[in-house]
């Protein structure tokens, strides 16, 4: 988190008040003495604009906000992307073949592509992301 903050040049005294807490328990949780409470850690990674589970010590930093973790196509890219490159994975404990991976994304790409078909008849054109009522 204090690498976050630094980064942009920002006062303990700032980041606390943006989140609502004390520059105290802003320092705890930076030098790693507490964590913070779920909705604390919403407002700072928002804030920093990096995922929660890089401010809790994951190794690398993700640059979605909790909104992009919330974005169910994000994720699946994010599955497909491991389908495709990590070796070793299982699911319900058992390993993938190369056979059950590619079953496993053909069935997603399935997902979105009824998911996009299913927004597109009930979400008004204004209200798609990258369409207009032109």
Known sequence: MKFEREKRNWSQKFVAGKVGITNTVLSNYERDYRDPDTDTLKKLADLYEVGADYLL???????????????????????????????????????????????????????????KKINKKYIPKKYRKGESDE
Not at 58 to 74: G, H, L, V, Y
Not at 83 to 104: C, Q
């Open 57 to 115: 010590g994951s190794n690398k930093p993700s640059n979605q906000t909790s909104k992009d973790e919330r974005d169910i196509a994000k994720r699946l890219d994010q599955i497909r992307n491991d389908l495709e490159h990590a070796d070793g994975l299982a699911f319900d404990g058992e390993p993938l073949s190369d056979e059950a991976k590619e079953s496993f994304m053909e069935a997603m790409e399935f997902v979105v592509r009824q998911t």
